[in-house]
T-cell receptor
Framework: GENVEQHPSTLSVQEGDSAVIKCTYS??????FPWYKQELGKGPQLIID?????GEKKDQRIAVTLNKTAKHFSLHITETQPEDSAVYFC???????????FGGGTRVLVKP | GAVVSQHPSRVICKSGTSVKIECRSL??????MFWYRQFPKQSLMLMAT?????????EQGVEKDKFLINHASLTLSTLTVTSAHPEDSSFYIC??????????????FGSGTRLTVV
């Protein structure tokens, strides 16, 4: 089955700096890659997703890149703010409807 | 946007009792529901996938007789933890997918249920 590795497990950045989280996946059949933000005691919230027919997607301060050949995708957060502090999860599935396989998560701390 | 309501948000139960967790899709029909368990500082682990009107598919290692899943309607799925023990204490999260609307909403997660078995 699919295996998703996520790095780093923790990330501390100064407010205003950029944060980058990287994920690799094992199943070349995967073609849907969402990113979630989870705050303490809450369910994950989708922040951005990308499909395999696209190499990059951007939404304001958040961007995701996908390299299907290398089987890795990354989340980029620019101009970080304290409210960006949370746990971020990458995930992969074979279609936007099949089960998701999650990475291990990255705890991001944005220091004011 | 798509909303999934999950209840209760927190529950404490005695060892040996059963607990039911509900997930409702409020503004769309959820053809598929996923149930996850999350231990502290860990990732989400899929427990089972349920499709409306059919039996749930459980992941390897998940006891189907202990974690009963019912998806009797397109807007409601329930997870019942039977004969709960302290090791079942965890954060349980549901996720719904609307099938045809997946391209718009992807997966929508509930807010989670913190189960503590004492």
């Amino acid at each position: 089955g699919e295996n998703v590795e996520q790095h780093p497990s923790t990330l501390s950045v100064q407010e205003g700096d950029s944060a980058v989280i990287k994920c690799t996946y094992s199943d070349s059949a995967s073609n849907y890659f969402p990113w979630y933000k989870q705050e303490l005691g809450k369910g994950p919230q989708l922040i951005i997703d990308i499909r395999s027919n696209v190499g990059e997607k951007k939404d304001q301060r958040i961007a995701v890149t996908l390299n299907k050949t290398a089987k890795h995708f990354s989340l980029h957060i620019t101009e970080t703010q304290p409210e960006d502090s949370a746990v971020y999860f990458c995930a992969a599935s074979m279609a936007a409807g099949n089960k998701l396989t999650f990475g291990g998560g990255t705890r991001v701390l944005v220091k004011p | 946007g798509a909303v999934v309501s999950q209840h209760p948000s927190r529950v404490i139960c005695k060892s040996g009792t059963s607990v039911k967790i509900e997930c409702r899709s409020l503004d769309f029909q959820a053809t598929t529901m996923f149930w996850y368990r999350q231990f502290p500082k860990q990732s989400l682990m899929l427990m089972a996938t349920s499709n409306e009107g059919s039996k749930a598919t459980y992941e390897q290692g998940v006891e189907k007789d202990k974690f009963l899943i019912n998806h009797a309607s397109l807007t409601l799925s329930t997870l019942t933890v039977t004969s709960a023990h302290p090791e079942d204490s965890s954060f349980y999260i549901c996720s719904a997918n609307s099938g045809g609307r997946a391209s718009v909403y992807g997966y929508t997660f509930g807010s989670g249920t913190r189960l503590t078995v004492v």
